[in-house]
T-cell receptor
Framework: QQPVQSPQAVILREGEDAVINCSSSKALYSVHWYRQKHGEAPVFLMILLKGGEQKGHEKISASFNEKKQQSSLYLTASQLSYSGTYFCGTALEGSSNTGKLIFGQGTTLQVKP | NAGVMQNPRHLVRRRGQEARLRCSPMKGHSHVYWYRQLPEEGLKFMVYLQKENIIDESGMPKERFSAEFPKEGPSILRIQQVVRGDSAAYFC???????????FGAGTRLSVL
């Protein structure tokens, strides 16, 4: 039931791009993306809803393939501040009004100068 | 507008003692979620509450754990007779409605000696 994230870890140079994927075996209502730095709270980045609605930061983009139950987070022109662990949280079909999120295991991103 | 407030930030307990973790949601938010995070792992859903009601406690261990969100005051996660395996970071999140964006607090790091 836990979504699978890939890759598990990625190292970038400043200015490079990265894609983080999140795949579920269950039908999804929404996908939420968060970034967490060590010892800190997860910070909301993006929510993608079934039907195409999206809310998030201007510099972050993501996609949600409802047929494949997959989401991808696109990080372009990476900055040092992008370093951290990225989690996708999924809300299953039927849980749309509860908000219970099932999180992936995380993708660790390190951006080097 | 203050964010989600959790206290204490760090809590040390000996085996067999009780731990009480507090969470004050963002202003205007009446939905609270508790998650547990073990080192180097993702967030695991524990319980979802609205004012005076437990909506979903499917992630709560059957024994020793309880949660409440009274009409007045913060949400409380209570762990009785703590064991070493309870050592983890406990995060609280809040949202204005179910299924909406969840905003996380800084967490309480529980250490059981």
């Amino acid at each position: 039931q836990q979504p699978v994230q890939s890759p598990q870890a990625v190292i970038l140079r400043e200015g490079e791009d990265a894609v983080i994927n999140c795949s579920s075996s269950k039908a999804l209502y929404s996908v939420h993306w968060y970034r967490q730095k060590h010892g800190e709270a997860p910070v909301f980045l993006m929510i993608l809803l079934k039907g195409g609605e999206q809310k998030g930061h201007e510099k972050i983009s993501a996609s949600f393939n409802e047929k494949k139950q997959q989401s991808s987070l696109y990080l372009t022109a990476s900055q040092l501040s992008y370093s951290g662990t990225y989690f996708c949280g999924t809300a299953l079909e039927g849980s749309s009004n509860t908000g219970k999120l099932i999180f992936g295991q995380g993708t660790t991103l390190q951006v080097k100068p | 507008n203050a964010g989600v407030m959790q206290n204490p930030r760090h809590l040390v307990r000996r085996r067999g003692q009780e731990a009480r973790l507090r969470c004050s949601p963002m202003k205007g938010h009446s939905h609270v979620y508790w998650y547990r995070q073990l080192p180097e792992e993702g967030l695991k859903f524990m319980v979802y509450l609205q004012k005076e009601n437990i909506i979903d406690e499917s992630g709560m261990p059957k024994e020793r754990f309880s949660a409440e969100f009274p009409k007045e005051g913060p949400s409380i996660l209570r762990i009785q007779q703590v064991v070493r395996g309870d050592s983890a970071a406990y995060f609280c999140a809040s949202s204005p409605t179910g299924g909406n964006i969840q905003y996380f607090g800084a967490g309480t790091r529980l250490s059981v000696l």
